[in-house]
């Protein structure tokens, strides 16, 4: 750990206060402008700015629209601090006075409404306000400090895409890397865990083959709205019959496309099926039981040909290094007390957050920052109306409340940064 005081501390955020407005602007405009994964051009290139204006060495499209800013402060560690960018193509419902009405072209070619439903509005906020305020107070740190603002995290290959295109031969390794995620949970809460803290997950697109024909005449072809049924429910049995109950594991089948006419008996079916399990060995058995389950339906409905099974996007567990993380959480319950500092639950959800830590092979650490009115989260959780109540991430209702939000996120990641970094003119840390 770190011989930067508490002291250091309070002197480096003391100026957090003031920031704030500018901070809150930030938000809005980031939220206003939502931007799709490899197309967050606008959001990169203020991003930039605000890094150049705060004496960063700034490198652009690493990953083709990602972001780094590099601080060389002196002998020390080299901290990496990760925001991603990128938004989702959800119609945003919040009914707030900044809500986004933007609209974009997906990787598909279709317009599509889009948002900032998970959040990544405020993380890249959070990152920019820790590298001001970090740049700021040079005096009081030593080492470097690189902070990553990541696109394309919703598309499943933003951060092995930075680290294919020489990330770290541009801008140097780390030795830690830190990362955060806002949640619906009570604002002002920081939630950490030890080891697995988010899970793995596939995304398959299937394309089931048939043989198309008149909807009069059905004994003439192979039916693939038929098949894709008998496929969707099959693949229901595979968690409750083939994964063991002490291993939690999903299969969801989120999309389904077939035929465009009532009287017309379509080609083809495509599904698109997400898988997640906080074990890579299990999530490689639900790839291998789709991948069964598919070919056998195919085959008993006398398709023409095999199905073809595609992996669209494939995301790691997250797991955080044990002993940086439990070092991390003592110096959240010393800086925000251990009411607010919470263990963090197993979440389904996935992150390609950890590919830092892995490519770089040092100790990488991600935890968890509540977004949502203290009051009404807690309540809801007490009554049984969380899920039922409280938008989650990806929901067209996600609306962080900003303060402390803003606040808390910032603090995270200064403190997180100033617990590895060493007391300026002493090379020391980890």
């Known amino acids: 750990m770190s011989i930067v005081t508490t002291e250091t501390t309070e002197r480096v955020l003391a100026p957090l206060e003031a920031a704030l407005p500018e901070l809150e602007a930030l938000y809005v405009d980031l939220h206003l402008h ?52 990128d938004a989702l193509p959800v119609e945003e419902q919040t009914g707030l006075s900044y809500a986004s009405t933007a609209r974009g072209v997906d990787s598909e070619g279709r317009d599509v409404p889009l948002m900032h439903a998970c959040g990544h509005d405020m993380h890249a906020t959070w990152l920019s306000g820790a590298a001001h305020l970090l740049a700021a107070s040079r005096d009081e740190w030593s080492g470097t400090l690189l902070a990553v603002f ?16 020489g990330l770290f031969d541009r801008v140097g390794r780390p030795d830690v890397v830190f990362g955060q995620h806002i949640v619906p949970g009570p604002a002002g809460w920081v939630l950490t865990r030890p080891g697995v803290i988010m899970a793995a997950t596939d995304t398959l697109r299937i394309t089931l083959h048939g043989r198309g024909g008149h909807g009069s005449r059905p004994e003439t072809t192979v039916d693939p709205a038929v098949l894709a049924a008998s496929v969707v429910l099959k693949l229901q049995t595979i968690v409750s019959r083939e994964i063991a109950a002490t291993e939690p594991a999903v299969v969801t089948v989120g999309s389904m496309h077939v035929g465009t006419a009532a009287n017309v008996i379509a080609d083809h079916a495509v599904l698109e099926v997400n898988t997640r399990a906080f074990d890579d060995a299990v999530l490689v058995r639900l790839r291998k039981a789709i991948e069964r389950i598919v070919n056998g339906e195919a085959a008993a409905a006398g398709a023409p040909q095999p199905p073809t099974v595609e992996v669209v996007a494939s995301y790691p567990v997250t797991a955080n290094d044990a002993a940086a993380s439990d070092e991390l959480t003592e110096v959240f319950r010393g800086h925000f007390g251990a009411e607010t500092t919470m263990p963090a639950p197993l979440v389904t959800g996935s992150e390609d957050f950890s590919e830092f830590g892995r490519a770089a092979g040092v100790p990488s650490v991600f935890w968890l920052v509540g977004g949502f009115d203290a009051q009404q989260v807690i309540t809801a959780m007490t009554e049984g109306r969380f899920e039922t109540d409280v938008p989650s991430n990806h929901s067209s209702k996600f609306a962080p409340v900003l303060h402390p939000t803003l606040r808390t996120g910032v603090e995270t990641l200064v403190v997180a940064a100033l617990s590895r970094f060493a007391r300026p003119g002493v090379a020391e840390g980890r």
């Open 34 to 85: 939502p931007e799709l994964a490899f197309t967050e051009t606008r959001t990169a290139a203020e991003l930039a700015r605000r890094l150049t204006e705060d004496g960063f060495e700034v490198h652009t499209g690493i990953g083709r629209t990602g972001v780094v800013g590099v601080l060389r402060n002196g002998e020390g560690p080299t901290v990496l601090l990760r925001a991603d960018i």
């Open 150 to 165: 990541q696109p394309g995290e919703e598309a499943g290959d933003g951060a092995a895409g930075m680290v294919r295109d």
